[in-house]
């Protein structure tokens, strides 16, 4: 079982500025996709090109032009006191909070293997630095290292926590610390084979990340990458290929909650007669060059950039025991190299390396991050297939292509479906058409009213909002109720791990809900009550649009 090394912690956040004003966006169609696309058109000197809006931009899917229905430029503060930063109270919080856009997120990742005593004194302060100094009052962040699974990953503001870990020394003197699995190796035999197993534990923890930054929002998602290269596992020997390294049998019991080898000292729970020569055949069939393009795409799916870091600095020609220059280690280290820029060109992000300036290169980094575009479109293509679309950004009036998200997962006809249920206005009961009920109705339709400081409760039939109000929705009651509940659905009619309060005024014959918005992305959701008497049960929706 791995071991998690470092806690997953959580930085600075803060209010985005927005210039010019934010457009409102336009009221959801249903039967329609919107598609958010974030941008980043530059200057020559590599800043973003502040005062455009929705007209200089030219978007295409799949090469066919869309048209641009809003933009919003969207630039982050810098620096927030630590006393300032207040950590989401649980893991969900967090993840909630990074779903709205006004938020950066990223997720550092460190390798342990570039992490050694030369990586730890290169890097260690920088980092911490980049943290305390470069990162405003919207910013969520967590921090693993390559020891850790991506599922121990949590975001947070504070950074307190982080740079104290960061500065202890033992991050260069435990990094080649066998876990459980490895030990398992050795107890095979199998000790050559722990490299490729730190290997592909490096690689799904990548993609794990990457399949959860993807599942929180659309709009785009960092990580920085501490590492001198995506490491391959080293070459496949004969003796590993062969039958070679049955060693002692491990153990298998429940460790952490989990199956897997006994570590050392543990009571014995039972033989793994086939775990030996399991795990060779599947370590020995890992093709990490396909693992590699594998990510690449499920980066760009899911609009994650990757920031690679090399603790190594300015590469020179080592030397052989033997006094000559070690030219194949200098080719291994460019090409260990030449990966990291593949892996930011190929996800727009920027790859740090060769530099021995490392508070130079998170400068870069941080001023990459700190403005952008969000534009807007309802896709023209209406074949709701699932499959992935390509989006190509130009800048008019020369059509020069700019840097921005490159693709995106078409919905479903089923999701479509769900979403145009979930928020096409209600049919009420009186009009043609609508379904004829033996029983007494328990709740009317719903009804909902914008609460402001200092206000009366203002009713609205538009239901667009903005994280500065509150929502309130009532539901008339019809009949004598024996339970109530409601919850928050998003745009396909999925349920949120959201509470919502539902209270009843028994004086007005309502069933009540209010909602504080300020977390709340934008986008498209609904609120459905789902009432009930005896065997009858009954259920109304309300959606509404954050702009």
């Known amino acids: 079982m791995r071991t998690p090394l470092l806690v997953a912690f959580g930085v600075a956040v803060a209010a985005i500025q927005q210039q010019p004003p934010p457009q409102r966006p336009p009221v959801f169609r249903a039967g329609a996709h919107y598609v958010r696309v974030d941008a980043y058109p530059t200057s020559k000197d590599g800043r973003i090109i502040e005062g455009l809006k929705k007209d200089d931009f030219e978007v295409l899917e799949d090469g066919k032009p869309q048209a641009v229905e809003s933009s919003e430029f969207i630039t982050f503060d810098t620096w927030t006191p630590e006393a300032e930063r207040r950590d989401p109270p649980t893991k969900e919080a967090g993840f909630e909070l990074a779903a709205d856009s006004s938020y950066r997120v990223f997720g550092i990742v460190i390798d342990r293997a570039a992490f050694d005593m030369v990586g730890w004194n290169v890097m260690h302060r920088p980092l911490a630095d980049f943290l305390e100094r470069n990162l405003g009052p919207h910013d969520l962040f967590g921090l693993v290292s390559t020891k850790s699974d991506w599922q121990d990953f949590v975001l947070g503001q504070k950074s307190t926590a982080v740079v104290n870990e960061l500065g202890k020394r033992e991050w260069w003197t435990t990094k080649d610390d066998y876990d459980d699995e490895e030990w398992a190796l050795v107890q095979c035999g199998l000790e050559s084979l722990i490299p490729r197993s730190r290997a592909d534990h490096t690689y799904t923890l990548l993609e794990g990340l990457v399949h959860l930054f993807g599942a929180i929002r659309e709009e785009r998602k960092s990580i920085v990458f501490v590492a001198d290269g995506l490491p391959d596992g080293g070459p496949v020997s004969a003796a590993m290929t062969s039958g070679a390294g049955s060693g002692e049998v491990p153990k298998i019991g429940v460790t952490g909650g989990r199956p897997g080898p006994m570590p ?233 791990p959201v509470d919502v309060p539902v209270s009843e005024d028994e004086s007005a014959r309502v069933i009540r809900v209010e909602l504080a918005l300020s977390a709340f992305a934008r986008g498209e959701y609904a609120i459905e009550l789902t009432a009930g008497a005896g065997a009858g049960l009954e259920r109304r929706r309300l959606a509404f649009i954050m702009k």
């Open 264 to 496: 050392r000292g543990d009571v014995i729970a039972g033989p793994a007669p086939n775990f030996c020569s399991e795990a060779r055949m599947r370590l020995v069939a890992l093709d990490f060059g396909e693992r590699f393009r594998d990510l690449l795409k499920l980066a760009r799916q899911s609009n994650v950039s990757f920031y690679p870091i090399s603790p190594r600095g300015l590469q020179g020609i080592d030397f052989t025991p033997q006094g000559n220059a070690d030219l194949k280690g200098f080719r291994h280290n460019m090409a260990q190299l030449d990966l990291l820029r593949s892996l930011a060109s190929e996800t727009d992000g920027l790859a740090i390396v060769n530099m021995n300036d490392m508070r130079r290169g998170l400068s870069r980094i941080a001023d990459d991050l700190q403005s952008y575009y969000l534009l807007g479109y309802y896709t023209t293509n209406t074949k709701w297939d699932g499959q992935l679309r390509s989006i190509k950004v130009r800048l008019k009036p020369k059509g020069s292509a700019i840097r921005a998200r490159r693709q995106y997962r078409a919905p479903t006809e089923e999701e479509i479906a769900a979403m145009t249920r979930a928020l096409a206005p209600p049919i009420p009961a009186s009009a043609p058409g609508a379904a004829k009920s033996a029983a007494p109705a328990l709740i009317g339709e719903p009804i909902a009213y914008r609460l402001t400081p200092r206000h009366s409760p203002e009713r609205v039939s538009t239901r667009e909002f903005e994280r500065t109000d509150h929502l309130r929705v009532e539901w008339p009651v019809l009949g004598t109720l024996e339970r109530r509940e409601a919850r928050l659905l998003d745009r396909s009619g999925k349920p949120l």
